[in-house]
Nanobody
Framework: VQLQASGGGLVQAGGSLRLSCATS????????IGWFRQAPGKEREFVVG????????YYADSVKGRFTISRDNAKNTVYLHMNSLKPEDTAVYYC???????????????WGQGTQVTVSS
């Protein structure tokens, strides 16, 4: 299972970014996808997850109302739309896959390489 995360960058506070997690058709149609982030010196933190069907989503409280996860079936890609970004959102963002949504990073079997998001104040 391969996951390719992309879309990170430098943005000012209040701005927006869209991260992408591309994978194979088989993975996309059978596994839940989660986004996590890790800031320097901190533990990896759950951000949001979506079921393989897209019917279920689960957001961390810290991003509710600002971040949205979506799936593009034609491109086998999961997107993380990030709005109203704050400096505390600065981290390396990872996408991961497993058989069902979980907020625990230890339960994910497959990981992408990470993409850096930096929010300046």
């Amino acid at each position: 299972v391969q996951l390719q995360a992309s879309g990170g960058g430098l943005v000012q506070a209040g701005g927006s970014l869209r991260l992408s997690c591309a994978t194979s058709r088989r993975t996309f149609s059978s596994l839940a996808i989660g986004w996590f982030r890790q800031a320097p010196g901190k533990e990896r933190e759950f951000v949001v997850g979506v079921s393989w069907s897209g019917a279920s989503t689960y957001y961390a409280d810290s991003v509710k109302g600002r971040f949205t996860i979506s799936r593009d079936n034609a491109k086998n890609t999961v997107y993380l739309h990030m709005n109203s970004l704050k400096p505390e959102d600065t981290a390396v963002y990872y996408c991961a896959a497993r058989t069902g949504i979980s907020s625990r990073y230890e339960e994910y079997d497959y990981w992408g390489q990470g993409t850096q998001v930096t929010v300046s104040s």
